[in-house]
Every structure is written in structure tokens, then in C-alpha cells.
């Protein structure tokens, strides 16, 4: 049935696995996807949308690397929004509200669409493994598929087990099985496991609620997009959301049942999501609080199903139902499906490489939720990555390893492969050094000519970026070169209440001033003839104004991250034996010894090791 050896193999089609399976097969790869459910992939197992703070700089960042999350998010889209707008740009971040069925429906087609990739549904049990190297996968039915490399995304599927109240049965999200088997060969070869645990609020019929009662939040009036390519358009139309909040008497109604529920009386050992918390694990921790927001998002254009944004919960059914016909708005509420609660089997991810390899098993990728991670983003960052390493592995290519100064996606995994993690892991803006570098809109410039080097953005994607870039350029330009006189400005900074000029002055200079903003330079008559002739388009008005008011921030950022590249430059040889080196502390030596950092970048920002046993180390090795 499967004579052929593939060259990847990706398990589990969820976010992280079509991103896998599109990136290799996109790099001229013999790929196959298999999953358990053709019909489920990538299935927004949660909440109906995509992006958000941090979140959407990672689906940019995707869409730059050539990957198909921000192209399937703008085509299913119902309503855009662009968060932190009154913050600086490092902080802006695109979130979608999307169509859920649509969402899965324009993957599976893209998927279909794309050469070199074949689909088959089945479990898979077991790995095959020989001398610590992969060599494919083993079937429920007992079908044996070879391959050059495999890529696990199994999600919420290995060993899940569903909680809901008192009662608790096996399954990787509602109405799917749980997976058997590979959990146990990965440990048989010495791998070390955990168990991690997230959860849903429960579906209702929007034709219940009352939305009157509620606030309406509305989509941005401009929208944008998410992909930097021309396969979409903005949204025209938009779907709203609502608001309401929970009260005391909610509080009370879900404290009834916390003697019931897995969370509180022991059946869930397991860590939830920190910043993601269940419904009752917020009014347990935040007692003071006397009310919490939940956002009522529809799951379609033209389903009634609503998602109860912040109410996760696993408390038993008849309470879940109760609460919230407490809620405004939810007194006569119907239930499609109750919340619930999962536990899975998840491998601290210090057990893995930059590029996403074991270091047990040559030729094995973990991508996703097997990693210890939470989020649709996060897990199609790592499937794309792991998808473009395995590709460049089997062509014995150079692998592409993105930095912290590069992306998101580069602060993901470092945190990931050199902290571990030991509640689910979420991304946000907080966690990178260099925000300001590594913002929404620039993503294109920072990743799309490396993934066009690597055979995956296309040559017209390069192109595209190249013109935005040299657009944008040549504009920063222009106002670093342009002059405006006493007579036009004056009038325009007077209306700003910031102090006027008494001679002509560069307009890079008056762009500069916090008080000034793009459409006050756009009154001005040299620029809009210089945008007429040009041909200028809002994205490259929106780069250069970025480029001209953050030039200091961007400029002091870039130096930074220079001066820790030079730490990234200086390698430990991968046998290095730390344990021979008395003036380091022991903790240092066993971190050290375990996570096998590749650079001294790497080694710096592992927990437990401090400064003096870097300069130990550097002293060490000669430097």
C-alpha cells in the first residue's frame, strides 16, 4: 500500500501539522499528512479567531515565511481588528475573528491544492526507530510507513482525557478519540514526559441570547489583513461581537460546584494555562473581583453557534448552565455543547534542538502542543518551522534557525528549548528584547529573502516585499531631504499646541515630534504632490511614518541586539564537558550538562546559570 519512502512524514493535522506538511511539501518534498479525522483539519478546537496580542505578529511573521495561516485567516475572516493602536507600533497586533467552518474547509483545500503532498486518515500507534534514528511510522491497523523524517503535532490527542464535572472519559477534543501508543515508544527510547491540561467554555445558540443587553465591539473601520501577499482582500463587511460580564451571583452559583470539579478536587494533577485561566480558577484566585468581561464571539457568518469567550470551564454540566443564565443577556441561553477540561501528554521541549529535532531520535520534529505550548499561533509557528527544517534536513541543507532579534517565532523556540516550560506556554509581546524591531508590520522585510533563499517564498513574494521596502526607503528619504518653510508649519503645529519654528527645517525633524502625526505632514502640499507622483500606497505611508518616529528606538534596539549576535558567534562544541570545570556552581554544571546549549548566548539564558559562571565559561574556552 505505501511502497515509497517518504521524505516527510507530519502526524496530526491540526494547526502545527498543516503548516508542517504545506512547508515541506512547498520545498519539493514527498510529504504525507496523516491524521485521524480528514474532516477536522485545522480544526479551531477553541475559540473562533486568530491573532491578537503578540499572536499576530506571529501569524505575520508565518505569512512572511511563505506559510498559509494569514492567507486561510483573511479568506474566512468576519470581523478585523487592529489591538494596542494607541500604544507605539512594537505594540500593534492584527486579530481575526474567523468563520470556523470556513477556516477548516479553505485549509483542507489548500492543502489538497498543494504538489507533492499525499493525505491518509488513520491513528497512528507507534514510531519505528533504529540506533536512535527514525525511519517512519506504524499504524493502528498495523501498516508500516517509511520515511526520510517524521514531524509529531499531535495537540491535545496523546493520552487526552476529557473532564467535565465528576465524569471524565478518553478523547482529544470533544467527539474525537484520544491516541494511543506513541507517548509509550518515545519513552521506551528515553524520552521524559509530562502532563499539561487546557480547557473550552461551552458553545450556545446565539438565537438565545440577547444581545441587546450587551455591548457591541465592532470591527476597525479601515480593516487590514493579515497576509502580505495579493491572494487577499480586505473585508468589506464585518460581524460583530458583544460584551457582557459575570456578577456575584454567578460567582456563587460556580462556587456550588467546586467540590465537583476536577480542578479543585484532585482528578486534574496537571498545569492549566496560566494567562487562559477556567472560569472558576479566576473567581477562586481573584476573590475581589465581583465581575469578569466574556466576549460573545460568532462562530461563523451564518451559523447560530456562539463561543463564550472567558468562561472555560470543566464544572459539572447543570451548573455551567445555571451560571450562565445568570449572565446579562444569557437568562434564556441554550446550550449546543457544555464547557469541559483536558488532559494530555506533553514532552518538556529541552529535550529538542533550534530546528526543532529530538536530540534522542535523529530525524523525529516536535511541533505544537506536544512542546508544552497554548494557541492556534504558536503551534503553526513551530509546524512551519519544524516542516521548513526536516525539508532542509533530507536535501542536507543548512537549517534555518531565526534568532531573537529575528522574530517572534525565534523568541518562541529559544524560550521553549532553553527554559522548558512547565505550564502551557503563550506568547506575548513581553517576552522578546526587541519588540520594537520584531513589530506587525515589518515581518515581510525580516523573513521573507530568507525563505525565498530556502526555495519557499515565491520569487513575486520577494518581489513584492523588495518594492515595499524600497517605497518605504525612498519616502524616509524624501522627509529627511524635503524643507518646509516657516509659513506652512507654523500653522499646523500651532493647531498641535507644539512650540513653531522661526526658519525653514528638515520635515524628518517636525515628523519626529510626538505631537505629529501622519496626516498632520499629509496637509502638506510638497507631500502630497510627492505621493501623487509616486504612486504611494497607504502600507508604504504606514512603514515610513513608522520608520521616521521610531528611527531612535529602532536605532538603540539594533545596536543591542548586535552586541548579544557576538555571544550568539562564539559556538560550544556540542560535547563540551562542563563538569570539569571546578569554579562553576553545580546547578550551572547539571543545567548546562542537560540543555546542552549550542552558543554562549544560549547558555546565558538558562535558569540557574548567572553571569560569573558565563565568564567562567568564556574563560575556559580562551576567550
Known amino acids: 500500500m505505501f511502497q515509497e519512502v517518504y521524505d516527510v512524514i507530519v502526524v496530526g493535522a491540526g494547526h502545527a501539522g498543516s503548516e508542517a506538511a504545506a512547508a515541506a511539501a512547498n520545498m519539493g518534498c514527498k510529504t504525507l ?90 491513528m497512528v500507534k507507534g514510531l519505528l526507530i ?152 479566576k473567581i477562586n484566585r481573584f476573590a475581589d473581583k465581583e465581575r469578569h468581561q466574556l466576549f460573545v464571539e460568532p462562530e461563523g457568518w451564518n451559523t447560530v453557534e456562539v463561543y463564550v469567550n472567558g468562561f472555560s470551564t470543566s464544572l459539572p454540566e447543570e451548573i455551567q448552565f445555571k451560571a450562565l443564565r445568570s449572565v446579562v443577556g444569557f437568562e434564556k441561553v441554550k446550550f449546543f455543547r457544555p464547557g469541559y477540561a483536558i488532559e494530555y501528554d506533553y514532552f518538556p521541549p529541552t529535550q529538542l534542538k533550534h530546528t526543532l529535532e529530538t536530540k534522542l531520535v535523529d530525524g523525529l520534529y516536535f511541533a505544537g502542543q506536544i512542546n508544552g505550548t497554548t494557541g492556534y499561533e504558536e503551534a503553526a509557528s513551530q509546524g512551519l518551522m519544524a516542516g521548513i527544517n526536516a525539508a532542509l534536513k533530507v536535501k542536507e541543507q543548512v537549517p534555518l534557525i531565526l534568532k531573537r532579534d529575528e522574530a517572534y517565532i525565534g523568541v518562541l523556540i529559544d524560550d521553549l528549548i532553553t527554559k522548558g516550560t512547565e505550564e502551557p506556554y503563550r506568547m506575548f509581546t513581553s517576552r522578546a528584547e526587541f ?85 498632520d505632514m499629509l496637509k502638506l502640499e510638497k507631500v502630497q504632490t510627492y505621493i501623487n507622483e509616486q504612486e504611494v500606497d497607504q502600507e508604504i505611508l504606514e512603514q515610513a511614518e513608522i520608520q521616521v518616529k521610531y528611527s531612535g528606538y529602532i536605532e538603540k534596539e539594533r545596536n543591542n541586539a548586535d552586541k548579544l549576535t557576538r555571544l550568539e558567534d562564539v559556538k560550544i562544541p556540542e560535547f563540551f564537558d562542563y563538569h570539569k570545570i571546578k569554579s562553576m556552581s553545580i546547578e550551572a554544571k547539571q543545567k548546562l550538562s542537560n540543555i546542552r546549549p549550542v552558543t554562549i548566548s544560549q547558555a546565558s539564558r538558562i535558569s540557574g546559570v548567572s553571569p560569573s559562571d558565563i565568564s567562567v565559561l568564556l574563560i575556559y574556552m580562551g576567550r
Open 130 to 281: 533504529e540506533n536512535h534514528k527514525i525511519v517512519g511510522i506504524k499504524t493502528s491497523l498495523g501498516i508500516e510507513i517509511k520515511s526520510k523524517t517524521v514531524v509529531l503535532t499531535n495537540g491535545t490527542f496523546l493520552n487526552g482525557l476529557i473532564h467535565i464535572g465528576d465524569k471524565q472519559f478518553g478523547g482529544g477534543r470533544a467527539g474525537e478519540s484520544a491516541a494511543y501508543g506513541i507517548t509509550e515508544d518515545l519513552v521506551n527510547v528515553g524520552f521524559e514526559s509530562g502532563r499539561m491540561k487546557t480547557g473550552t467554555p461551552p458553545r450556545v445558540d446565539g438565537r438565545s441570547l440577547d444581545y441587546s443587553k450587551m455591548n457591541e465591539e465592532k470591527g476597525d473601520d479601515k480593516p487590514d489583513k493579515f497576509s502580505y501577499s495579493d491572494h487577499t482582500k480586505p473585508l468589506i463587511h464585518q460581524k460583530s461581537c458583544h460584551m457582557t460580564y459575570t456578577s456575584l451571583e454567578v460567582h456563587e452559583i460556580l462556587r456550588e460546584g467546586f467540590e465537583r470539579s476536577p480542578m479543585f478536587n484532585g482528578r486534574i494533577k496537571s498545569i492549566g494555562p496560566r494567562y487562559c485561566p477556567s472560569i472558576e480558577d
Open 435 to 519: 519588540r520594537t524591531l520584531l513589530r506587525q508590520d515589518n515581518a515581510d522585510f525580516r523573513l521573507t529573502p530568507m525563505s525565498h533563499e530556502i526555495g519557499l517564498a515565491s520569487e513575486k513574494r520577494l518581489r513584492r516585499m523588495e518594492h515595499k521596502f524600497n517605497e518605504s526607503e525612498k519616502m524616509v528619504n524624501f522627509f529627511k531631504e524635503t524643507s518646509v518653510n516657516v509659513a506652512e508649519i507654523n500653522p499646523i503645529l500651532q493647531e498641535k499646541e507644539t512650540a513653531l519654528v522661526n526658519q525653514s527645517d528638515k520635515m524628518f525633524k517636525i515628523f519626529s515630534r510626538p505631537q505629529i502625526d501622519l496626516q
Open 33 to 122: 499528512l496523516v491524521t485521524m479525522s480528514l474532516q477536522n483539519i485545522a480544526q479551531m478546537s477553541c475559540n473562533p479567531a486568530m491573532g491578537g496580542i503578540a499572536k499576530g505578529q506571529i501569524v505575520r511573521e508565518i505569512d512572511a515565511l511563505g506559510g498559509y495561516s494569514g492567507i486561510v485567516s483573511d479568506k474566512t475572516a468576519i470581523q478585523f481588528k487592529m489591538l494596542n493602536k494607541s500604544k507605539g507600533p512594537a505594540m500593534w497586533s492584527p486579530r481575526v475573528q474567523s468563520d470556523r467552518m470556513r477556516f477548516a474547509e479553505e485549509w483542507r483545500l489548500m492543502l489538497e491544492q498543494t504538489p507533492n503532498l499525499d493525505f491518509y486518515q488513520e
